[in-house]
């Protein structure tokens, strides 16, 4: 079974660019997440979904961020402008119920120069 | 968030059980003791959970005490594939709306080496 697929693996930019991230949950869950993991703050929820509509987005940093759910096989984080602070491993994960287990992606590395 | 208090780090020799503690004091009624891991290069993983009663699956046992103040999470035969950083996190199974969802709150873990 395929899980959690997310796209670019590896993203390198230079700074004031506009980064997309892509994610693809696994097929039948209805909760999204997605988490960003740095050296120094650890892993951190950014923001949540439930059934395509966000539920919990206290952990986005700041307007910069933002992310959208279209449908439920696809949701996507853009980062507008690139700041070289946002370089860092963001996840997605999905879950069948906000209670159950969450399945995590491989991850994209994004490094901002 | 209740907080979850674990080693640093960790060694285990390969095929030797390895028992890794988590301290949870403030724990609730409501709080589920979850376990991920973190592997190389790889997003976390679920290991496995539990309320109140020891539970096992294929990859770990989770035992918790009884008054529910610590748990620990046993590997029963480590393999070199099991080095890795361990998270123990609480969270809460009420079903609440808004932002009572029980969300993740990953700590830094306990990162385990295992030795060949």
């Not at chain 1, 940093?61 to 096989?73: I, L, Q, Y």
Request: a negative charge.
């Amino acid at each position: 079974d395929a899980g959690v697929i997310q796209s670019p693996r590896h993203e390198v930019t230079e700074m004031g660019q506009e980064v997309t991230l892509r994610c693809k949950p696994i097929s039948g869950h209805n909760s999204l997440f997605w988490y960003r993991q740095t050296m120094m703050r650890g892993l951190e929820l950014l923001i949540y979904f439930n059934n395509n509509v966000p539920i919990d987005d206290s952990g986005m940093p700041e307007d910069r961020f933002s992310a959208k759910m279209p449908n439920a096989s696809f949701s996507t984080l853009k980062i507008q402008p690139s700041e070289p602070r946002d370089s860092a491993v963001y996840f997605c994960a999905s879950s069948l119920g906000v209670h159950q287990p969450q399945h995590f992606g491989d991850g994209t590395r994004l490094s901002i120069l | 968030d209740a907080k979850t208090t674990q080693p640093n780090s960790m060694e285990s020799n390969e095929e030797e059980p390895v028992h890794l503690p988590c301290n949870h004091s403030t724990i609730s009624g409501t709080d589920y003791i979850h376990w991920y891991r973190q592997l190389p290069s790889q997003g976390p993983e679920y290991v496995i959970h539990g309320l109140t009663s020891n539970v096992n699956n294929r990859m770990a046992s989770l035992a918790i005490a009884e008054d529910r103040k610590s748990s620990t999470l046993i590997l029963h035969r480590a393999t070199l594939r099991d080095a890795a950083v361990y998270y123990c996190i609480l969270r809460d199974g009420t079903l609440a709306g808004g932002t009572s969802y029980g969300k993740l709150t990953f700590g830094q873990g306990t990162i385990l080496t295992v030795h060949p």
